[in-house]
């Protein structure tokens, strides 16, 4: 079984910085992609950056040069710093991630229990 914990949200003034943490555990083989959504109230979950497991990484436009997403592969962590925080950026955090659990099957997604974030003054 394969468990993502997501874990640094909170509330935060306009202008502000949070970082994201998100650890998986159990039984990994090989973790490729993982990244992060974000879903605000009354809207779809949407994707806020993606890094793979060679380090390569994309973000959303509204996103691009205020987050930032990385990864520890010895820890199966991935994280998202948030820089110059936005109301709009308000929304539960969830993470995501691509592994395969062992040699002799593919690979499935797995998703954490997801984070609040609120930027509110």
């Known amino acids: 079984q394969v468990q993502l914990v997501e874990s640094g949200g909170g509330l935060v003034q306009p202008g502000g910085s949070l970082t994201l943490s998100c650890a998986a555990s159990?039984?990994?083989?090989?973790?490729?992609?993982m990244g992060w959504y974000r879903q605000a109230p009354g809207k779809e979950r949407e994707l806020v950056a993606v890094?793979?497991?060679?380090?390569?990484?994309n973000q959303a436009d509204s996103v691009k040069g205020r987050f930032t997403i990385s990864r520890e592969n010895g820890k199966n962590t991935v994280y998202l710093q948030m820089n110059s925080l936005k109301p709009e950026d308000t929304a539960v955090y969830y993470c995501?991630?691509?592994?395969?659990?062992?040699?002799?099957?593919?690979?499935?997604?797995?998703w954490g229990q997801g984070t609040q974030v609120t930027v509110s003054s």
């Open positions: 995501n991630a691509n592994i395969q659990r062992n040699a002799w099957v593919g690979t499935t997604i797995h």
């Open positions: 890094i793979t497991s060679a380090s390569t990484t």
């Open positions: 159990g039984s990994i083989f090989r973790i490729n992609a």
